[in-house]
């Protein structure tokens, strides 16, 4: 038995043919890095975007129930302001369409980027093969 774990590995410690990195590979693997790492700050800047959106919903679908005369507190950076029901419905209504202006530039930024890395991707495995990881 033990020649048999001896054998399975040595297998495993086989060496492979080394593989030459040019500088033009190199190149494109920071890049694919790079990438990378901003797609992870995208995502994190998109759900926050989302979520900020979700909560300028939840506000405008909560003041409807108040009068029209009422002064309903909004917070404007880190100042409470006082409006009445109509001027903080069109406040949150500029919000709501400033956030979903924002997830679109984000998503499109996401979009262009995910496309180069699906390139580099492409052609580093074509170079490397199993010899890199790309992935998460």
Request: proline content about 1%.
């Amino acid at each position: 038995m033990a020649a048999k774990v001896a054998s399975s590995t040595s297998k495993v410690f086989q060496n492979h043919d080394d593989v030459h990195i040019s500088f033009e590979d190199q190149q494109r693997i920071n890049r694919f890095a790079k990438h990378n790492v901003r797609m992870d700050n995208l995502k994190m800047e998109l759900e926050m975007k989302k979520n900020d959106l979700k909560c300028v919903e939840e506000a405008l679908e909560e003041i409807e129930l108040f009068d029209e005369d009422e002064d309903i507190p909004i917070l404007i950076g880190e100042v409470f302001l006082s409006h009445k029901l109509n001027k903080t419905q069109q406040l949150l209504a500029e919000t709501k369409e400033e956030a979903i202006k924002e997830i679109a530039s984000i998503e499109a930024k996401a979009k262009v980027i995910k496309a180069e890395m699906d390139e580099l991707k492409a052609h580093l495995y074509q170079r490397f093969g199993s010899n890199i990881s790309l992935e998460n």
